[in-house]
């Protein structure tokens, strides 16, 4: 396979994990599909990145919390679906 097309695969995959993400936490959902509003937003989430807001909330510490939060909940779903139950053994026939 040629480069540029590994490259733009990898980029599609990143891409479309990227929108699961979105999925995931029920932005489609509240904002009724509406990119503008996603879009707006991510940016005032960058934003807070960028610098600390009015709060005094530092970038750094946003950060953290996000992703322990982020990490919590991917750990939520590999448990749920850890626990789901296989079909019980069929009982034997006694003749």
Do not use: C, N
């Not at 695969?9 to 990143?14: D, F, L, W």
């Amino acid at each position: 396979m040629r480069d540029w097309a590994k490259e733009r695969r990898e980029r599609t995959r990143h891409l479309i994990e990227l929108g699961g993400l979105v999925q995931k936490a029920g932005l489609v959902e509240l904002t009724d599909d509406d990119r503008a509003t996603l879009l707006g937003a991510f940016l005032d989430l960058a934003d807070r990145l960028r610098r600390p807001d009015d709060a005094g909330d530092d970038p750094r510490h946003l950060a953290a919390r996000w992703r322990r939060r982020g990490l919590r909940a991917f750990e939520a779903d590999r448990d749920a679906a850890t626990q789901v139950t296989t079909p019980p053994a069929p009982e034997s026939q006694v003749l």
